[in-house]
């Protein structure tokens, strides 16, 4: 891509818990348009520089920087889901809804824009049969993929993706994966750290392998 | 005939003050209960209205007059410890909790029995925690405080429900899309402070949690969203309470310890509806 905007700007980079770093003095950037596959063995620091992008874990050392513009409220963001999620009594559209809570710094009622919206991300993920369903009585592949739709809600240039066709049946898998290549062919810079190294190397425009940058750094 | 007993009872101002500031503590007890569930701090009443039982005794000690001026900014601040290290703190959520818990309890009865003046110390410190009667003996000047508090409670979490629910659910993907969840953190940690030493007033130091805990997981047991779920824990809670305080009057129980009980029967009660949902779908 010629003159792409830089978006994420890493330099001399370390993150890590307590004692033991995971990343360490990388340089990186992402660039606009990007589809970046973050692959390697686990406990190899995927998840981790992910969170580092995401803004939960402040760097050891070095810098993370936002550049190009880009606001975090514009960033979105589909973590691993948590124990307190599995048996947390919320609707689907309550979920989806609380991506938008980041853009306003008070929101105390949904307008009919922002739940339009939604819908078109439900329905993006066929969630939207959902929408009234508990979340906890869902299964674990309809549950990634309402956390997925809310992700897509608070996506507008960075979307970043930890493992997210983990539990999904094949044909779930297939639609994920075509979500969100359509989503990147639109101009969204897309962020995924996966297992899945063969569809990875299909659809994504770079590929980040931490196995390399460990071994490199032995 | 109860009726003109209760009519008879009503009378009085004390038992006017102890239902107002029974709806109303509550009402705000659980609406934050059910985020406190939710994030697995349950036990948190508890520690928090242990340390406002170890500030109290710092107050009678003291001899401060209005011990409010003492308890609350203790608490508040033991809370904002507690709620606001999170994940990076050395010692984890649960033994903090309990840390500071048994500890403010220890030293509060320590500093009592080394400088109290009273005649009847084990009559005082049963009161405190139990609250068996401090609930009829409010003067007007608690009761207005505890509206003014419960009113900015309300409010609080009125304008800022769906960002205290985007927390509870999931506080990473608040974070990482904008949501400043250090300052919501912060005001749900004071908010439950406050929380906590109004409703020692209402049921005592030992029993707040129930408060707090009791009416979320009724709630949760039988409605699907998070919208559902609030005002039930709401509703329950309020009527457990006003039932709570009415048997007491009538039948001379312990206030603090009936409203519990009522709210035990509520949990029951739910617990058995959602039994019978689960065999209908």
Known sequence: ?218 | MPIDKLLFYLDFPFVRYAIIVGVLVSLCSSLLGVTLVLKRYSYIGDGLSHVAFGALAIAAVLKVTNNMLIILPVTVAVAILLLCTGKNARIKGDAAIAMVSVGALALGYLLMNLFSTSANISGDVCTTLFGSTSILTLKAGEVYLCVVLSVVVLAIFVLFYHKIFAITFDENFAQATGVNTAFFNLLIAVVVAVIIVLAMNLVGALLVSALVVFPALSAMRVFKSFFAVTVAAAIISVVCSLVGILVAILAGTPVGSTIVAADIVAFGSFYLMSLIQSRES
Do not use: W
Request: glycine letters at 8%; aromatic letters at 6%; a neutral charge.
């Open chain 1, 1 to 218: 891509m010629v003159n792409a905007q830089t978006l994420i700007k890493c330099r001399q980079l370390t993150l890590g818990y307590g004692s033991k770093d995971l990343v360490r003095d990388l340089d990186y950037d992402i660039n606009e348009g990007d589809y970046l596959c973050i692959v390697g063995h686990n406990g190899s620091g995927k998840t981790t520089f992910l969170k580092g992008i995401a803004g939960l874990l402040s760097p050891k050392s070095g810098s993370i920087e936002l550049c190009g513009g880009l606001n975090r409220n514009q960033i979105g963001y589909l973590p691993q889901m948590t124990v307190v999620q599995k048996d947390f009594p919320a609707s689907v559209e309550e979920i989806v809804l609380s991506a938008f809570q980041g853009k306003h710094r008070l929101l105390p009622f949904y307008k009919s824009a922002h739940r339009e919206r939604a819908m078109e991300c439900m329905a993006l993920t066929r969630t939207e049969s959902l929408r009234k369903s508990c979340f906890r009585e869902l299964s674990g592949g309809q549950k990634q993929r309402v956390l997925l739709a809310r992700a897509l809600c608070a996506a507008e240039r960075l979307l970043l993706l930890d493992e997210p066709v983990t539990g999904l049946d094949p044909e779930s898998t297939g639609t994920m994966y075509r979500v969100i290549e359509d989503l990147h062919q639109k101009g969204m810079t897309v962020v995924m750290v996966t297992h899945d190294v063969d569809t990875a190397l299909d659809d994504a425009t770079r590929v980040m392998d931490f196995n390399k940058i460990s071994t490199k750094e032995r």
